[in-house]
């Protein structure tokens, strides 16, 4: 098994997250007592969180390429930024290493399209739903992507931020989040992406009346398909 490295820390709720899903998917695969092979380099991040309040992003660049290295230099074979958000930067990370980064949006697309829906709405950051890094890599691979009206962005964006990074889960936000999923859903989506990582912590397919797809499970179970290729 080729060893997966890992730029968590943003939020570290949803990058223990991925780690849980990473041992999973290779015991489901291999076994016994099979765990993932992986390495790991987690930021602070509250440091990242005040350069994109800043829009400092090239920093915010510099600091994850440097994470990129580091994991490479410890023996990764390929790198996951297991963020949707710092996925902003993910070409100055990608030409940080040797190793192929494996992009959250590129496995979140090729999952719709598995599903034979194309119409999605995406759940996120405002940085995540309002700008093109993202959304425009998933309209680029065939979907027809949506976002919440103005309100319901920045009551994702809020939840997001000031309880989910945190740990903390409350029902009221379950109930908001369900709503804004049911606009969407009202407005013709066919699917609903979590696109962010921390997302999936609070909302579940119970929560949807169309399918959802969590892009921590996908990032993760396409890192151990990759991992294990060829083995």
Same mark, same amino acid.
């Given at each position: 098994?080729?060893?997966?490295? !890992? ?9 223990? /997250?991925?780690? @849980? $899903? ?6 489901? @695969? ?9 390495? $790991? ?29 580091? !994991? ?31 992009? %959250? ?7 719709? @399209?598995? &599903?034979? %829906?194309?119409?999605?709405? %995406? %759940? ?12 425009? @890599? $998933? ?15 920045? !009551? ?5 931020? /000031? ?9 009221? &936000? ?9 606009? !969407? ?11 962010? +990582?921390?997302?999936? $912590? ?12 969590? +892009?921590?499970?996908?990032?993760? /179970? ?10």
């Amino acid at each position: 098994m080729k060893t997966i490295g !890992l730029i968590g820390g943003m939020s570290w709720e949803s990058t223990a /997250e991925y780690y @849980r $899903l990473l041992n999973e998917f290779t015991r489901d @695969r291999l076994g016994g007592l099979h765990s993932a092979r992986c390495v $790991l380099y987690s930021v602070d991040f509250a440091d990242i969180e005040q350069l994109q309040v800043q829009g400092r992003w090239a920093e915010a660049g510099d600091a994850l390429a440097a994470a990129a290295r580091s !994991l490479e230099a410890a023996g990764a074979d390929m790198v996951l930024i297991c963020t949707n958000t710092m996925h902003k930067v993910a070409d100055t990370v990608a030409a940080a290493v040797s190793v192929p980064l494996l992009h %959250l949006a590129d496995a979140t697309a090729a999952a719709v @399209r598995a &599903s034979g %829906l194309r119409r999605v709405g %995406l %759940l996120g950051t405002a940085f995540t739903m309002e700008q093109d890094f993202y959304r425009g @890599r $998933l309209e680029a691979a065939g979907l027809d992507v949506t976002v919440p009206a103005a309100e319901g962005r920045a !009551l994702v964006h809020r939840v997001i931020y /000031e309880e989910l990074c945190r740990g903390t889960i409350r029902e009221e &936000s379950r109930t908001a989040y369900r709503k804004v999923i049911q606009d !969407l859903v009202s407005a013709g989506a066919e699917g609903i992406i979590l696109g962010c +990582t921390e997302i999936e $912590l609070l909302v579940g397919p119970e929560d949807s009346p169309v399918p959802l797809f969590p +892009t921590a499970r996908l990032h993760a /179970e396409a890192a151990v398909t990759a991992a294990l290729a060829g083995a």
